[in-house]
Nanobody, 125 residues
């Protein structure tokens, strides 16, 4: 079992930056693939970024490539999402997710077992 708590959301102007954090508690954080997803009002939850268990492999949604960076700090049991050049269409609730895996990264919501409560990101134009 792992518990996830996101932080770092807020209101930012278009072109600005935010860094989201996801603190994990529980056992064996280093054995989990970690992902970020987002959900805008009236839309389905969508994949944003993911990082494998040792940080050696990452994947991004096309809409955020080159602007967002996912990273993890095993010593702090934390995964980060650095978001630069934010756009109004990035506005959503951002969720951290985890799955026990030493294999290839997974980008579907159904592949993740544990979810945080979400943090709101609002980008004004």
């Amino acid at each position: 079992q792992v518990q996830l708590v996101e932080s770092g959301g807020g209101l930012v102007q278009a072109g600005g930056s935010l860094r989201l954090s996801c603190a994990a508690s529980g056992r064996s954080f280093s054995a989990y693939q970690m992902g970020w997803f987002r959900q805008a009002p009236g839309k389905e939850r969508e994949f944003v970024a993911t990082i494998n268990w040792n940080g050696g492999s990452t994947a991004y949604a096309d809409s955020v490539k080159g602007r967002f960076t996912i990273s993890r700090d095993t010593a702090k049991n934390t995964v980060y999402l650095q978001m630069n050049s934010l756009k109004p269409e990035d506005t959503a609730v951002y969720y951290c997710a985890a799955r026990w895996s030493f294999g290839s990264v997974v980008v579907s919501t159904t592949g993740y077992n544990y979810w945080g409560q979400g943090t709101q990101v609002t980008v004004s134009s």
